[in-house]
C-alpha cells in the first residue's frame, strides 16, 4: 500500500473509532509493521492532523477534523459505475434520476484519466430493466423506511385476495422483475413481504413507528437465517 493511501486508511480507522486504537491494531488492518504505523501518525501529526494519544495507550482523532474530497482508485470507479448501472434496471425512478447526478457530480470532481472511466462505456448491467409499479411510489416506501413511517396498503395476494393492510416497512429489495417491501404487518402481527407489483394503492397515514426500525430489522434477520438453516442452506 502506498504511503498516501496508507495515510488516508489510518485517518479512516481513526474516524469510525469509538474508543483508543493501538497502533497494533492499525498494523494488522493495514498489513504493515507497528513501526511503520508510528511513523505514519508521526507524519500526520506534522502535518496538523489532530491525531491525540501515544504508545501503549493509544490514538484517538480530534472531534472536527474534515477529510478532503475523497479520490477513487480505477476499481473503485469501476465499482461505481457499475453501481450505477444496476440501478438503471430497478423500476425506481427517484434513484434513476439520482444515479445520473451522482454520475454527473463524480464526473465533475475527478480527474481527466479517471473521468474516462466513466464516458468510456467499458461496462454494462445487462437484462431487461423492471417495469414501474403504477400503483406505488417506491420513493414513499424509501422515505417511510427513512422515518419510520406507517403506510396504508391495498394489497392482492398470490391468489388475488384484497385486503387492506396498514404496514412498519423496514426494508426494500429490488429484483430483476418485482420489489418487495419487508414490513410488519398490523393485520398479521407477523413480519411479511409485499410484492410491488400486487399493491393497488399504497398511502402514507401520518402514524409512526419510531424507534423501533432497527428491532423489526433484527426479527427479519434472525427469521430469514433460521429459514435458511432450516432449509439446509
Not at 17 to 26: D, E, G, H, S, Y
Not at 196 to 208: H, N, V
Request: proline letters at 4%; glycine letters at 6%.
Amino acid at each position: 500500500m502506498r504511503k498516501a493511501s496508507r495515510l488516508f486508511e489510518i485517518i479512516q480507522i481513526l474516524r469510525l473509532a469509538r474508543k483508543p486504537v493501538t497502533a497494533a491494531m492499525i498494523a494488522e488492518r493495514l498489513e504493515v509493521t507497528v513501526r511503520s504505523v508510528y511513523r505514519d501518525i508521526a507524519a500526520l501529526q506534522a502535518m496538523r492532523v489532530p491525531i491525540e494519544g501515544g504508545r501503549g495507550i493509544g490514538y484517538i482523532l480530534r472531534p472536527g477534523f474534515d477529510l478532503p474530497p475523497l479520490m477513487f482508485s480505477i476499481e473503485e470507479m469501476e465499482a461505481i459505475v457499475l453501481s450505477l448501472a444496476l440501478l438503471e434496471r430497478t423500476g425506481d425512478s427517484e434513484l434513476k434520476q439520482a444515479a445520473k447526478r451522482v454520475s454527473a457530480k463524480i464526473a465533475g470532481a475527478v480527474p481527466p484519466p479517471l473521468r474516462q472511466t466513466l464516458d468510456a462505456n467499458q461496462l454494462h448491467a445487462w437484462g431487461f430493466a423492471t417495469p414501474s409499479a403504477s400503483a406505488v411510489d417506491l420513493a414513499l416506501v424509501r422515505r417511510a423506511i427513512r422515518d419510520e413511517a406507517k403506510l396504508d396498503l391495498s394489497y392482492r395476494d398470490e391468489l388475488g385476495r384484497a385486503t387492506e393492510r396498514i404496514i412498519c416497512p423496514i426494508a426494500l429489495i429490488y429484483y430483476s422483475e418485482t420489489a418487495n417491501i419487508v414490513a410488519w404487518c398490523e393485520l398479521r402481527q407477523a413480519i411479511r413481504n409485499f410484492r410491488s407489483d400486487r399493491i393497488e394503492d399504497c398511502q402514507a397515514t401520518g402514524l409512526w413507528f419510531k424507534g423501533e426500525g432497527d428491532g423489526l430489522r433484527q426479527v427479519w434477520v434472525n427469521g430469514w437465517e433460521t429459514d435458511t438453516s432450516a432449509a439446509g442452506g
